[in-house]
């Protein structure tokens, strides 16, 4: 049974982890298995949104044991090409072209944080716990951080990376690192509500408003980030969705993408 399961349903995307006996604990062969199939969802015509989901009790606990057992011997070059790879497999769902969603059913541990961070949004259940537990095996969350720190904040990191503290769901809301906390009956309905506002928007101004945010975020307010903000409003604008928007919107009609074909 394979690790990662795709399902495309309309304008969605659904990849689930499905190893619930290993806690959705990753390896080298899920990590390839990730990278695809967000690599595929991204460039799949008529894909509007992806949502990242996972079978059984947890949601994803880290590493597998197995796989941390053969890293044990891997020599240094080894260790670097493994960790690129995870290193890829992030960048590929953080920079996926359609908007992504993490649905947090359950736990989330150490590289498990790096999938939730690397979606551009997240709802967890109520029960969910969180932790970045590197320190305890005498490692740091170095690969996944450039995503957990911008999720969580550096404050923050300061903190849970050097304590390995769990935190729980309320936490984790507040601290930003998820946008939304409820029951597990509410979990779908959550998510469903996300994904009708996500397909209801213009998927070009969708996919350049994530790439605005990731242009963005943390840089200095200088020349060149006013020049680029410039240029990308003047881009849009002169697309042909974005003059179809407007010209809608004055009209008081529904813009194309949502009257659909004939």
Known sequence: MTSVQTAYDGAVARITLAQPDLRNAFNDETIAALTDAFAQAGSRDGVRAVVLAAQGTAFCAGADLNWMRRMADYTREENVAD???????????????????????????AG???????CDMAVAVDTAGFCLSEVKLGLIPATISPYVIRAMGARAAHRYFLTAERFGAAEALHLGFVHAVVEFEQLD?????????????????????????????????????IAATVQGIADIRASDEGREGVQAFLQKRKPSWLVGPG
């Not at 995870?86 to 590929?92: D, I, P, S």
């Not at 498990?112 to 690397?118: D, I, T």
């Open 189 to 225: 309905d959550t998510v469903d509500a996300w994904l009708k506002a996500l397909t209801s928007a213009s998927p070009a101004a969708v996919r350049a408003c994530k790439r605005l945010v990731q242009d963005v975020a943390g840089r200095d307010i200088d020349a060149a980030l």
């Open 112 to 118: 498990g944080m790096g999938l939730v961070a690397a």
């Open 83 to 109: 960790a690129g790879a995870l290193a890829e497999m992030l960048r590929t769902i953080y920079e996926c072209p359609k908007p992504t969603i993490a649905r947090v059913q359950g736990d989330v541990y």
